[in-house]
């Protein structure tokens, strides 16, 4: 079946540096793909999405591009603020099924 | 309405009890689902409902768990018999079909069974 494997957090920086979240997936279709942000005590928040591979999605100062040859989805964003501290998750979505598959999130710490 | 609204945002309940949550979608939104995110843990699938077709229950982790969506738009979780490791946040999300444009969260029922 589909799944999303996200590295492991906490991850840690200082304000003002480069992030990156890896994200690869498994799937048997061509899904879309997408980055939640769940900030504390709220709800997931859709930050970003791509539909078809080589697509960049951009929100906010994030992008992730849409690599099907190596099946990932990382986040990057070139300078981080201590309001970017919250969790993300990667997500995909396959036409067939409708129902998303998470990873498990991860928590971004960002330090004046 | 604007966004997808979830009631209550907190519950204790004790052990044994029987717990009804209620997530009401954004309008015109078909598609609906259930999640539980538990402490440090991702999200787990729990429902899934589009329209007027027959629910997909397979995240139901037991018999305990059942929901209900009434003229296809709120929708209600039920949870028979609480246990303590029912604890955890339970996420209502809507989306048109097929979800390819993003799903929209509720802020979620932080649900504690003591």
């Known amino acids: 079946g589909d799944s999303v494997t996200q590295m492991e957090g906490p991850v840690t920086l200082s304000e003002e540096a480069f992030l990156t979240i890896n994200c690869t997936y498994t799937?048997?279709?061509?899904?879309?793909l997408f980055w939640y942000v769940q900030y504390p005590g709220e709800g997931l928040q859709l930050l970003l999405k791509a539909t078809k591979a080589d697509d960049k999605g951009s929100n906010k100062g994030f992008e992730a591009t849409y690599r099907k040859e190596t099946t990932s989805f990382h986040l990057e964003k070139g300078s981080v603020q201590v309001s970017d501290s919250a969790v993300y998750f990667c997500?995909?979505?396959?036409?067939?099924?409708?129902?998303?598959?998470f990873g498990r999130g991860t928590s971004l710490i960002v330090h004046p | 309405g604007a966004g997808v609204s979830q009631s209550p945002s907190n519950k204790v309940t004790e052990k044994g009890k029987d717990v009804e949550l209620r997530c009401d979608p954004i309008s015109g939104h078909t598609a609906l689902y259930w999640y539980r995110q538990s402490l440090g843990q991702g999200l787990e699938f729990l429902i899934y409902f589009q329209g007027n077709s027959a629910p997909d229950k397979s995240g139901l982790p037991s018999d305990r768990f059942s929901a209900e969506r009434t003229g296809g738009s709120v929708s209600t979780l039920t949870i028979q018999r609480t246990q303590q490791e029912d604890s955890a946040v339970y996420l209502c999300?809507?989306?048109?079909?097929?979800?390819?444009?993003?799903?929209?969260f509720g802020s979620g029922t932080r649900l504690t069974v003591v």
């Open positions: 799937a048997t279709g061509y899904p879309s």
């Open positions: 999300a809507s989306s048109l079909v097929g979800g390819g444009y993003g799903y929209t």
């Open positions: 997500a995909l979505s396959e036409g067939g099924s409708y129902i998303p598959t």
